[in-house]
Structure formats: C-alpha cells, structure tokens
C-alpha cells in the first residue's frame, strides 16, 4: 500500500467522520482527556496565539478561545473536518485553514503554542512538519506533540491496528524528540499520558 494511497484513505475516512467525530465513544473517553491534560499545561490562554496542527472539527481550539486566547488558528487536511469546525466555533475568533501540515500558511514567529494531537501519525513528512511548527513559533515559544505511541507490545498492536486503516507510522518518544531536537527545540519534557491506547506527549521550547 503506497503512502498517497494511505493518506488519501485516511482523509476520505475522517471526511466521513466529521460529522459524528465529538459523539462517539472514543471522543469521550479518549481525546477529549487528553484535550483537557492539553489544556491544563497550557494553562492560562489569555492573550495567547495558539496553532492546533491536525485540528479536527476544532475543539482544543474553541476551549482555548474560550479562555481568552488573542490568536487561534487551526489546520487540517480534511475539508470535511474544517466545515464542521467552522460550523461548531460560532462567533469565537478561530481561524481554520487547508493545508498540508509540511507547509504551513504563516508568517515566520507567530506563534506562542503550537499543538497536534493524535495526528501526528497521518503526516508523510514529519521531520518537516517539525520544523515548520519551529519556523512559526515565537521565540520562547512551546510545542506540544501528544500522539498514539509505537513503543513495546501495546505500541507494535497499536501499529498493526493502524496500518488496516491507513495510519502512516506510529513513532517512539525518542524518535519525535530527536525531530525536535534537529529542528533546532529543546525538549523539555517527554512521557507517557495514556496507556490504552498508548499516547505520548513531548514537549519543547524554541530557544529565546
């Protein structure tokens, strides 16, 4: 199965999920809990410009405008995904785009926070989406990448699971700190957050 093949299925697939995507279980019980351990690190939002890479119908983000974040702008390869997040932010001043996550649409240093959850696994170019979440943060800025986890035997079920989908690649922590690590970040913190299904998150900051 070639990787456009995997990514063009993948995309159909969260397409059709758009609409049904904050209803199910899996919502619940899974990335909401890990929106809410985002949220907690980012801490106060007031006055923040965040970027949410892989957004989804939006949710991390209108969180963050609701409390208080200046700048909001999130990405997404699924049109199907961007229009339900646009229908569910309302009012709040969340801007969404189409784009691949390797090229993002900003200006060099505009960020303070830049996120992806739970997407980093559909991206064909990884080490480059990396540094291009770099190139848009301010300096002293953060970012945050919590993923599905490639480590031991619930990581290697985790990848078999994926490929039936068209999940790309699941990486170790090592693997997504070294990217970091090359595109000029320092990590600053990289652990475990859940373990079924298993999920890190790494943490880094553009050196000032």
């Known amino acids: 199965m070639s990787e456009s093949w995997k990514k063009a299925a993948a995309t159909e697939r969260f397409d059709a999920w758009s609409s049904e995507y904050e209803q199910g279980i899996w919502w619940r019980l899974f990335f909401?809990?890990?929106?809410?351990?985002?949220?907690?690190?980012?801490?106060?939002?007031?006055?923040?410009?965040?970027?949410?890479?892989?957004?989804?119908?939006?949710?991390?983000?209108?969180?963050?405008?609701?409390?208080?974040?200046?700048?909001?702008?999130?990405?997404?390869?699924?049109?199907?995904?961007?229009?339900?997040?646009?229908r569910l932010a309302g009012n709040r001043p969340i801007e969404f785009f189409y784009s691949p996550a390797h090229e993002l649409p900003f200006e060099d240093g505009t960020f303070d926070v830049v996120t992806?959850?739970?997407?980093?696994?559909?991206?064909?170019?990884?080490?480059?989406?990396?540094?291009?979440?770099?190139?848009?943060?301010?300096?002293?800025?953060?970012?945050?990448?919590?993923?599905?986890?490639?480590?031991?035997?619930?990581?290697?079920?985790?990848?078999?699971?994926?490929?039936r989908k068209g999940d790309l690649y699941h990486y170790t922590r090592r693997e997504v700190e070294r990217m970091m690590k090359d595109a000029g970040l320092r990590v600053e913190s990289s652990r475990m957050v859940r373990r079924v299904p298993p999920a890190h998150l790494v943490e880094a900051v553009k050196p000032v």
Request: with cysteine; proline share 2%; net charge positive.
């Open 116 to 163: 992806t959850n739970i997407a980093f696994h559909h991206f064909a170019e990884p080490a480059q989406v990396i540094r291009e979440m770099a190139r848009v943060l301010k300096p002293g800025g953060r970012v945050l990448i919590c993923d599905l986890n490639g480590e031991g035997l619930g990581g290697r079920m985790m990848i078999a699971h994926g490929r």
């Open 32 to 86: 909401k809990r890990l929106h809410d351990r985002l949220v907690s690190i980012i801490g106060d939002a007031n006055g923040l410009a965040v970027l949410d890479i892989g957004c989804g119908t939006g949710a991390l983000l209108r969180r963050l405008a609701d409390g208080g974040a200046a700048k909001l702008a999130g990405v997404d390869a699924s049109e199907g995904m961007l229009a339900e997040a646009r």
